[in-house]
């Protein structure tokens, strides 16, 4: 028997194609974006990429306090781990110092109850005086308890409890930042130009402001930034600012000049920490 086919039937068997190209059409797009989940975007999720600020420790050019300098990572992995290796590898600001043997390797970092057990090659022993030890140490315990997880940090070497690096100062118990350092500050005049040459192109221009850079460089005397601050007095004209300090209910005077120009462009500089 044959079907005779009016043009009702055709409409049907059109619109039976269409919807099954349409059909294959998504499984091919579904298939697609399985089989290529890296191109595939999480909903609320930004396709930037996400970086966290670390803050580390130099040595200055009198080799008398560890300089904070803040740098961009991408936080992948062990935090702690990252910082110390950004410490042994040394500052990007040209005029701080390096405070580890760069051939230091890092063979572990684990943090158990608040304290970071690093443990580090035979080369960090190094060559130090009595002075490069200290800014090795402070460096490694400024910049790793700068992290809200870390308040000690106790040394190894090659899995061992280190006595000391070079004979001048004790390891054998954890470490944390100790009192405020109060002796005068000298200022690198050459550093001071080229932050200033930084400010005025745009960057890190919070040092114009006197009470954010005693924020910022106080941390080099042993605050956090958590501490209290507050700005009591700026003669403009002298280049001279004052800004009270509290830290566990001690009261300190920091006291910040405009080292290359006195405007309201200026840089400000920390130039001597005092008990009140």
Request: aromatic share 6%.
């Amino acid at each position: 028997m044959k079907m005779r086919f009016t043009n009702k039937h055709w409409t049907l068997i059109a619109t039976a194609a269409v919807t099954i190209a349409a059909l294959v059409l998504v499984t091919g797009s579904m298939l697609q974006a399985e089989e290529s989940p890296s191109q595939a975007t999480t909903p609320g999720k930004s396709l930037e990429a996400v970086t966290t600020e670390i803050t580390l420790y130099f040595a200055d050019w009198q080799a008398q306090h560890v300089i904070p300098e803040t740098r961009e990572i991408a936080p992948e992995g062990n935090l702690a781990e990252i910082v110390a290796q950004n410490v042994i590898d040394g500052p990007s600001d040209p005029y701080l110092m390096t405070t580890l043997p760069t051939d230091t390797i890092l063979l572990s970092i684990e943090v158990v109850d608040q304290i970071a057990y690093i443990n580090l090659s035979g080369e960090v022993r190094g060559t130090y005086g009595s002075t490069g030890e200290m800014m090795a140490i402070q460096s490694l315990v400024y910049s790793l308890t700068d992290l809200d997880e870390i308040s000690q940090v106790q040394i190894l070497i090659e899995g061992e409890i280190a006595e000391t690096l070079a004979g001048h100062l004790i390891l054998d118990e954890a470490l944390q930042r100790g009192q405020i350092h109060t002796h005068p500050i000298f200022i690198d005049e050459e550093r001071a130009s080229w932050l200033q040459e930084r400010a005025d192109q745009g960057t890190e221009t919070f040092r114009t402001d006197p009470l954010e850079a005693a924020i910022f460089a106080g941390r080099m005397a042993g605050f956090w930034a958590t501490d209290a601050f507050e700005l009591v007095d700026v003669d403009q004209n002298a280049g001279t600012a004052t800004v009270l300090a509290e830290r566990d209910g001690e009261e300190y005077v920091i006291r910040l000049i405009q080292p290359v120009r006195t405007d309201d462009g200026g840089i400000w500089m920390i130039d001597s920490v005092n008990d009140r």
